[in-house]
């Protein structure tokens, strides 16, 4: 019953810093997605991709960059961290477009950027 | 994306109330979508509906389509406290790749 997995859960980054967010999926869906939530903001797309080997940008793509690989896997990359990036980080897989709608989502990481 | 107008943004009420949000949007949506986040967790979906004028049930749920497929709402009859969390609206344009969602609703039961 894994799901969707995300690693890290928690992660504290000094200003500067780089890191890369891992998720994967044992669903075998063609969609996945990264959002992120802010208190009261509900959730923004990042960056989302419709199978292995394509990408795009979501609503908020700045300072972040993604690779899909496989089907299963989807990490966002994080580069030269800002405070702005304090966050939690949900990835999301589905199958979408003209079937259902649903979206599973991982359990989320918590980033702070000090 | 299209960010949906979801209200309340907040709700504080009482155990065995009934509760009522709704969501808006300037687009047509071929699908709309409830999730529901519990503290420190992903949202989970708790209603799905595909067309104009659906009403569906999930237990204590239900949730409707709007005819003009630019609005949804949610109600949840008789609330208990394990329905606490933020309550999220989503939303599928035609030949879009991701969700819309709306800001959340905010739900808090007492006993």
């Known amino acids: 019953n894994a799901g969707v997995t995300q690693t890290p859960k928690f992660r504290i980054l000094k200003i500067g810093q780089s890191m890369t967010l891992q998720c994967t999926q044992d669903?075998?869906?063609?969609?996945m997605y990264w959002y992120r939530q802010d208190p009261g903001m509900g959730l923004k797309l990042i960056y989302y991709s419709v199978g292995a080997g394509i990408t795009d940008k979501g609503e908020v793509p700045n300072g972040y960059n993604v690779s899909r690989s496989t089907t299963e896997d989807f990490p966002l990359r994080l580069e030269l961290a800002a405070p702005s990036q304090t966050s939690v980080y949900f990835c999301?897989?589905?199958?979408?477009?003209?079937?259902?709608?649903?979206?599973?989502f991982g359990e989320g990481s918590r980033l702070t950027v000090l | 994306g299209q960010q949906l107008n979801q209200s309340p943004q907040s709700m504080f009420i009482q155990e065995g109330e009934d509760v009522s949000m709704n969501c808006t949007s300037s687009?047509?949506?071929?699908?709309w979508l409830w999730y529901k986040q519990d503290p420190g967790e992903g949202p989970v979906l708790l209603i799905a509906l595909y067309k104009a004028g659906e009403l569906t049930s999930n237990g204590r749920l239900t949730a409707q389509f709007g005819i003009t497929r630019k609005d949804s709402f949610l109600n949840i009859s008789a609330s208990i406290p394990s329905d606490v969390g933020i309550y999220f609206c989503a939303g599928l344009e035609n030949s879009g790749y991701a969700l819309n969602f709306g800001k959340g609703t905010s739900l808090l039961v007492t006993p």
């Open positions: 999301a897989s589905g199958r979408l477009a003209g079937e259902t709608g649903e979206l599973f």
């Open positions: 687009s047509i949506f071929n699908t």
């Open positions: 669903m075998n869906h063609n969609y």
